[in-house]
Nanobody, 115 residues
Framework: QVQLVESVGGLVQPGGSLRLSCAAS????????MGWYRQVPGKERELVAI???????MYADSVKGRFTISRDNVKNTVYLQMNSLKPEDTAVYYC?????????WGQGTQVTVSS
């Protein structure tokens, strides 16, 4: 079992920045892949960025160059640094952890980009 707890999101103006964190209840060395996904009402949840325990990363085209995923192995936390935010980044952001054949999700945190 893995519990994932996301930080509180918030309201950000277009062009602004926000960092989300996802704290895991166990060592993230044991979690094969961790990532961030987002969802807006009426649409499917979509991948934003993932990071493997090797350190390899992957990003959605829509966030490349603006978002950065990173991990702190001591704090068992994964971060999503979001820069140059756009209104279309508004969504509920979810943290995900994959351990073998098991999927674990955080509770989600709302990020709203608006002036």
């Amino acid at each position: 079992q893995v519990q994932l707890v996301e930080s509180v999101g918030g309201l950000v103006q277009p062009g602004g920045s926000l960092r989300l964190s996802c704290a895991a209840s166990r060592s993230i060395f044991s979690i094969n892949v961790m990532g961030w996904y987002r969802q807006v009402p009426g649409k499917e949840r979509e991948l934003v960025a993932i990071i493997a325990n090797s350190g390899n990363t992957m990003y959605a085209d829509s966030v490349k160059g603006r978002f950065t995923i990173s991990r702190d192995n001591v704090k068992n936390t994964v971060y999503l640094q979001m820069n140059s935010l756009k209104p279309e980044d508004t969504a509920v952001y979810y943290c995900r952890g994959v351990v073998g054949n098991y999927d674990y999700w955080g509770q989600g945190t709302q990020v709203t980009v608006s002036s």
